[in-house]
């Protein structure tokens, strides 16, 4: 995996936890303004928005570096729309950087050859 790789996966890994909890704390700001007079809505759905806008780039930008299969990129944006979906991605995220990290190394010192 070259560096651009790496620097898109992981971009998307930062981003997809506040993303989540943009996400959840919206639900829980929508439910307020039903049950109180408390209305954060408007600030939570452009923040949320605003990262989710930043989340799908990022996605974009990771899936033409990494070259995912379709699936994989589905996987990805569908996790996005799930409400604690971002939390799955940046585990999924950290164990592929991982494993590519891993793999890397083991190219360098002549344990693989792939």
Not at 2 to 9: E, I, M, Q, V, W
Not at 25 to 47: E, H, Q, W, Y
Not at 52 to 78: C, E, H, M, Q, S
């Amino acid at each position: 995996m070259d560096l651009k790789t790496a620097s898109a996966l992981r971009r998307l890994r930062l981003v997809s936890t506040p993303e989540a909890v943009s996400f959840l704390l919206l639900l829980v700001c929508s439910v307020l303004k039903r049950t109180t007079d408390f209305n954060a809505v408007p600030v939570m759905g452009a923040i949320h928005g605003l990262l989710f806008v930043i989340y799908v780039i990022f996605w974009a930008d990771a899936w033409n570096r990494a070259k995912w299969p379709l699936g994989t990129a589905a996987l990805y944006f569908v996790l996005s729309v799930l409400p604690t979906g971002g939390f799955f991605a940046d585990r999924r995220l950290r164990r592929e950087a991982e494993s590519a990290v891993i793999a890397s190394r083991a190219r360098k010192e002549g344990i693989v050859n792939a």
